[in-house]
């Protein structure tokens, strides 16, 4: 048991099924008191009724506050799972990017301005970021999604970076591939980069548990990711060179 969590108000938003569920069990399995959020109000009612947890179905924008009340008053962990995965390029509807903007960014800064006031005052509080390893590399085929999850990352960074002599806790989540609804979601992209190392999301949910007891930061379900980023830092030009080539390649089998 990770002593840090047991009894620990939890709040997992995008919880009704995928990475979320899995988060959402995980946490209960720990001992926390978890309120489960999604869209579809009979999906988190089935993951909450399934942990013993509370349903509270809805915008994750806008739950914060009946969350808070869910829990008698206070929330410990905040879990910013939810997300949207849209695909296209730079000329995708702005409808697309508008919603990946909101869904995958101003969600995480909305919940943090409504949060951050008691923690700060207590000295503690933990915010979780579902970010993607498309935050800290890319995705072809999906601009709207690397780039808001580019953000996504940078929040949670400056989270961190801002507040952690305060007791703020946070923990970025950079899976590549995870045997989701989402993942199928990306077609044929999503078939040559991510499923061939593509994990179960409870994989996820182990990941952050590590991280968690070692107080880490950056979570990489996937390690070699953390490869990928070195050298995407090392030598920008040659990345970007061999993902164009993984590009070039989905083109030429169709796209």
Not at 84 to 102: I, N, P, Y
Not at 168 to 175: D, R
Request: net charge negative; proline share 4%.
């Amino acid at each position: 048991m990770v002593e840090a969590v047991q009894d620990a108000g939890v709040v997992v938003t995008g919880a009704g099924g995928g990475i979320g569920a899995a988060l959402a069990r995980r946490f209960a399995s720990e001992g926390a008191r978890v309120v489960v959020n999604d869209l579809d109000g009979a999906k988190a009612k089935a993951v909450a009724d399934e942990i013993g947890g509370i349903a509270v179905p809805g915008d994750a924008s806008a739950i914060v506050t009946e969350a808070r009340d869910a829990l008698g008053g206070t929330v410990d962990v905040y879990c910013a799972n939810a997300g949207v995965a849209l695909g296209g390029a730079e000329l995708a509807d702005e409808k697309a990017w508008a919603l990946s903007w909101d869904v995958n960014v101003m969600a995480h800064v909305r919940a943090a301005h409504e949060l951050l006031p008691a923690w700060l005052e207590r000295g503690s509080g933990r915010f979780v970021s579902t970010v993607s390893a498309a935050g800290l590399l890319t995705m072809i085929g999906a601009a709207p999604y690397s780039v808001t999850k580019h953000g996504a990352y940078a929040f949670a960074e400056w989270l961190s970076m801002t507040y952690r002599h305060r007791g703020l806790k946070v923990h970025a989540i950079c899976p590549q591939g995870v045997r989701t609804d989402m993942l199928d979601a990306t077609g044929s992209a999503g078939d040559l980069v991510l499923t061939p190392t593509a994990i179960e999301p409870g994989a996820v949910a182990d990941a952050l548990f590590e991280g968690i007891e070692a107080d880490r930061f950056l979570i990489l379900p996937h390690p070699e990711v953390a490869g990928y980023y070195q050298a995407r830092a090392a030598d920008p030009d040659r990345w970007l060179t061999n993902m164009n080539h993984i590009q070039q390649k989905w083109e030429a089998d169709g796209r």
